[in-house]
Nanobody, 126 residues
Framework: QVQLVQSGGGLVQAGDSLRLSCAAS????????MGWFRQAPGKEREFVSG????????RYAESVAGRFTISRDNAKKTVSLQMNSLTPEDTAVYYCAGRRNTFRTISGSISEYNSWGQGTQVTVSS
């Protein structure tokens, strides 16, 4: 596993942008695909975006494609999520996650991730 510490988030207005970051510790960060998930009140946690271990492949949920961008810096052991054109429907607690067993490819399944950040609240007002 890797230990993940998130930063960023907060309260913004519709149309604004936010950047979430996740710093990892441990020696296997660069060997793992990473993902971002979110959980809105009363809803299940859902996949938002993922990036392969080397950073060459990314994947997005349909609801955020074209607005969100995931990136990673393996030298700094960080993964980020740039969120643009935010809407109230993006309001949720966001989690970064590391895929289990040093799998390098992206998965949209929660069960494939065994390292989780502490979560950060993103609230978008209309």
């Amino acid at each position: 596993q890797v230990q993940l510490v998130q930063s960023g988030g907060g309260l913004v207005q519709a149309g604004d942008s936010l950047r979430l970051s996740c710093a990892a510790s441990g020696s296997t960060f660069s060997s793992r695909a990473m993902g971002w998930f979110r959980q809105a009140p009363g809803k299940e946690r859902e996949f938002v975006s993922g990036i392969s271990a080397g950073g060459s492949t990314t994947r997005y949920a349909e609801s955020v494609a074209g607005r969100f961008t995931i990136s990673r810096d393996n030298a700094k052991k960080t993964v980020s999520l740039q969120m643009n054109s935010l809407t109230p429907e993006d309001t949720a607690v966001y989690y970064c996650a590391g895929r289990r067993n040093t799998f390098r490819t992206i998965s949209g399944s929660i069960s494939e991730y065994n390292s989780w950040g502490q979560g950060t609240q993103v609230t978008v007002s209309s």
